[in-house]
């Protein structure tokens, strides 16, 4: 059975960086793209960084230039380095993962998700 764990949230002052890791269980390799995404209280939940098979990324504007995703296919794992939070950065981080390489299919997938509060 395919998994995804994620880890890393916590509470960081305004300007502040953390590092998100979601990691992908019961499979050899995972080849399919994978995307951060984001849900704040009362609100939809949104892609925040994708990133497809052949480490193609893609970013929302409200973190372009911020947040950097990468992954690393031997650990079956992306990660989340968030630069320069904001207080509008909170929100409960989610790893999906897509059906195929590319994140332009649908996520079927999701984790738990990993709490990040930016508060001073």
């Known amino acids: 059975q395919v998994q995804i764990g994620e880890s890393g949230g916590g509470l960081v002052q305004p300007g502040g960086s953390l590092t998100l890791t979601c990691t992908v269980s019961?499979?050899?390799?995972?080849?399919?793209?994978m995307g951060w995404f984001r849900q704040a209280p009362g609100q939809q939940r949104d892609l925040v960084a994708a990133i497809d098979r052949d480490e193609k990324d893609e970013y929302s504007e409200a973190v372009k230039g911020r947040f950097t995703v990468w992954r690393d296919n031997l650990r079956k794992s992306i990660y989340l380095q968030m630069r320069d939070l904001k207080p509008e950065d909170t929100a409960r981080y989610y790893c999906?993962?897509?059906?195929?390489?590319?994140?332009?299919?649908?996520?079927?997938?999701w984790g738990q998700g990993t709490q990040v509060t930016v508060s001073s």
């Open positions: 019961g499979v050899v390799i995972d080849p399919n793209a």
């Open positions: 999906g993962r897509y059906t195929a390489w590319t994140w332009k299919s649908e996520i079927n997938l």
